[in-house]
């Protein structure tokens, strides 16, 4: 494995933390509402399929990575992709709870997991087009 392969992986290891840190953050958010509002916010429940959904969507992150490991073309095309697609879902999804919630929900978003994301994007489209 050489040493492009690895900034690569390191680039969309940054960018999966980056989503686990975001929505940690975001249940903070949430609870400081709440408590704020002395228990009297929304009651949230989620069933446990819903909470299946979101352990798998937030846990592909790492099939990003495993495929820059591989380290073949096909395998950094694939990363290519589902990260693309899942920067992108994630950001659109932080700026809705951020329209919902308050800018600095939107912000944490685009900090945590654009930035990062797009970094990860431009190293991967980088070293396909070599």
Known sequence: ???????????????????????TLQLFFFLNDYVIAKGQGPA??????????????????IV???MTLIGTTKAQWLALIIGGLLVALNTLGG?????????HVAFSALFFIT??????????????TK
């Open 44 to 61: 949230i429940t989620f069933d446990t399929n819903t909470l299946w959904m979101f352990s798998a969507y937030y846990g592909i992150w």
């Open 1 to 23: 494995m050489n040493n492009e392969a690895n900034r690569i992986t390191l680039f969309w290891l940054t960018t999966a933390v980056g989503a686990v840190l975001f929505v």
């Open 95 to 103: 700026i809705f709870d951020g329209i919902r919630d308050g800018a």
């Open 64 to 66: 990003t990575v495993l």
């Open 115 to 128: 930035l990062p994301g797009v970094c990860a994007i431009v190293a991967t489209w980088r070293a396909l």
